[in-house]
């Protein structure tokens, strides 16, 4: 017993709660105009359940003037019972109308604020992600509360005036109490059992609901990987888990819609058993002249009307439910931290120009248990450009990511000129930095969007000069649709080198006070590198310039070069300085050299054996130091 109220307390809490966030989230996105319409409409709604619940009274003194003869009055007491049946469903019909432009409204402000919230969140959430599934939470979570909202207007409101006036009406109609006490009894049963019911479909509905969105995540990462599933011919692999996935999720939803057909075969009987049994009892009042005909009737049309509220309320509980259980995820999403809550500096950096970029014994890992930077320190003065070299997985991309704040350090300090980053607001910092990544995707829009995206309110010759810098007049050109081509989703009717022009225009038009190239230009091949690499010397002319770059060629001329191995700085100095010390620098240097000199011996028609086994094997000892 004592268990059974714990659990009440605490559903009593939990719909306390969502009732709570009900009234926050959803009624405080509400506009004034949208408020006032939705009391507008729920007016009309209780208009329509009050008309509703009077209307057999009219029927009632059809047939009790019938019985006495006084067919006038008869006739314009059925007119009137017709007149309200009809301005009820009339009622309902425009309120739909009404009800629809205030529910799209509610909708597109939930949409907005939870992808807002969405775009919002540390990075590192969305990377735990799988795709899609986020815009899966989101929608599913704004179908819940319009599930709600629809319950609550259409039936809880009505559920509301309609019992109040049958009950009213039954009491003033002097109806025997042993029926009264019947359709007492029918309701509470009615009512007890379907909570039973919905109790069990809540959790069938929850392993549906969670099999589909897995068929769905199964789905979508086949189609992210469209391109992989072709060239390794993996179709029927693929198709046969998407089939068994859906197949699961098939499976559930029979199992619930098993459960919600027997609850329903239930009901009907309980239904039935409750209208046999008042109209017995009515015909035996009518019978020893207790009841009037009318009164018979009356009976009969409030048993057949007070099913339908609660029914109806039935199936409102089971939509709150239902509709709870869709908005659990998006509702947990809106309370996750967002990255200003994390971050929550608030200087702007002052001045304009190049910033000095001061890096103090930095620490930092994705997860505790494996460091992924140890104690790095490094100053770029303003306007000065620094490489960051060394193998893959050293950590490079990880101190970019950190200058950008994308990820906070566990130890250490990142400084931009006098300003401690996390000191900084994000729109502050992110405003002075750009970045060229890796990997660039693209807006699914135009080339002319996706360049204006980094400052729209650039000048058509100022995203022209950035696109010549970026070496992106020849790609525009050769377009049919010039500046005006859809690039296509992720910008996947790009080449990766030409994708790579496009962020390195962004960047340029940005105008940064601190820019970073994350090998920018490893997508191209070595004449446009070169083309583009001395004009990207003059963009970043003036602007403090880290690079990261595998291809050392492109960085010779840094005024400082790094080396990072296993998360640390290794070496330090001048291209010429590194070289002459004959460490790690100068082996990554012969191994390219050797590299290339063999790529210019295997390339060149006729080359002797001789030349080519001087040059592999020069190679394979680099390799091996
Ligand atoms: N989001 C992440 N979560 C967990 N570990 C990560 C994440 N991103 C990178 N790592 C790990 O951190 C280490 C450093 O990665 P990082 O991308 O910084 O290397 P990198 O030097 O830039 O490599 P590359 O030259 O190949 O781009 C790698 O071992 C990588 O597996």
């Not at 009213?168 to 909570?195: D, N, R």
């Not at 608030?346 to 140890?374: C, E, N, S």
Request: proline fraction near 3%; include cysteine.
């Amino acid at each position: 017993m004592h268990f059974r109220s714990s659990i009440y307390r605490e559903r009593l809490h939990s719909l306390r709660r969502v009732l709570g966030e009900f009234r926050g989230g959803l009624w405080g996105a509400l506009s004034a105009s949208q408020r006032r319409r939705l009391f507008f409409v729920s007016g009309l709604v209780a208009l329509g359940a009050g008309v509703q619940g009077l209307s057999p009274l009219a029927l009632t003194t059809a047939v009790d003037n019938l019985t006495s003869g006084n067919l006038s009055f008869a006739l314009l007491a059925a007119l009137a019972y017709a007149g309200m049946a009809g301005t009820s469903r009339a009622l309902r019909q425009g309120v739909s109308l009404a009800y629809g432009t205030v529910a799209r409204g509610f909708e597109r402000d939930l949409y907005r604020q939870a992808y807002a919230h969405a775009l919002a969140l540390p990075h590192a959430v969305h990377l735990d992600r799988r795709a899609g599934e986020l815009a899966r939470t989101v929608t599913d979570g704004v179908r819940g509360w319009r599930r709600m909202l629809d319950a609550a207007v259409f039936t809880a409101l009505p559920f509301v005036v309609e019992v109040g006036t049958v009950c009213a009406v039954l009491i003033s109609a002097a109806v025997p109490s042993s029926i009264l006490g019947v359709l007492l009894a029918f309701v509470l049963i009615y009512g007890l059992v379907f909570h039973r019911g919905i109790l069990e479909q809540r959790g069938s509905f929850r392993t549906a609901a969670k099999a589909d969105a897995e068929a769905q995540g199964v789905a979508s990462d086949a189609l992210a990987n469209e391109e992989t599933v072709k060239l390794f011919t993996r179709e029927a692999l693929v198709e046969e888990s998407i089939g068994k996935a859906f197949a699961r999720g098939g499976a559930a939803w029979d199992a619930y819609n098993r459960i919600v057909a027997v609850n329903g075969l239930l009901l009907s009987l309980i239904f039935t058993f409750a209208l046999g049994a008042t109209l017995l009892l009515a015909a035996r009042e009518v019978a020893a002249g207790r009841l009037s005909a009318g009164g018979f009737v009356l009976v009969n049309a409030y048993v057949l009307q007070v099913v339908g509220p609660v029914e109806r309320l039935g199936q409102m509980a089971r939509e709150m439910v239902q509709g709870l259980d869709l908005t659990a995820r998006l509702r947990s999403l809106m309370a996750e931290p967002d990255e200003a809550a994390l971050s929550p500096g608030t200087r702007t950096l002052p001045g304009q120009g190049p910033l000095t970029l001061t890096i103090q014994d930095l620490a930092f890992g994705y997860d505790p248990r494996r460091p992924v930077l140890h104690g790095i320190s490094l100053v770029i003065p303003a306007g000065r450009t620094l490489a960051l070299v060394g193998r893959s997985g050293s950590g490079k991309s990880t101190l970019a990511r950190l200058i950008c704040s994308l990820y906070r350090p566990d130890s250490g300090a990142l400084q931009l000129d006098d300003v401690p980053i996390s000191d900084l607001s994000l729109s502050a910092l992110r405003s002075a930095v750009a970045v060229v990544p890796q990997d660039t995707v693209l807006l699914h829009d135009t080339l002319r969007a996706n360049l204006l995206f980094a400052r729209p309110e650039a000048s058509e010759r100022e995203m022209l000069d950035a696109a010549r810098v970026a070496g992106l007049e020849p790609v525009v050109e050769v377009l049919p649709e010039g500046w005006d081509t859809v690039v296509g989703e992720r910008g996947l009717r790009l080449s990766g080198g030409e994708k790579q022009r496009v962020a390195i225009a962004r960047a340029v038009l940005k105008g940064p006070r601190l820019l970073l190239l994350d090998e920018a230009t490893a997508s191209l091949d070595t004449r446009t590198e070169q083309a583009i690499q001395s004009s990207l010397d003059d963009a970043a002319r003036g602007v403090t310039t880290l690079v990261i770059a595998h291809r050392l060629s492109t960085v010779r001329g840094a005024d400082e070069i790094a080396v990072m191995e296993e998360g640390r700085i290794v070496e330090r100095g001048r291209h010429e300085v590194l070289l002459a010390a004959g460490g790690r620098y100068a082996a990554l240097w012969r191994a390219q050299e050797n590299s290339a000199v063999v790529g210019r011996a295997i390339g060149r028609h006729g080359a002797d054996d001789t030349s080519l086994r001087t040059s592999l094997s020069g190679l394979a000892s680099d390799l091996n130091r």
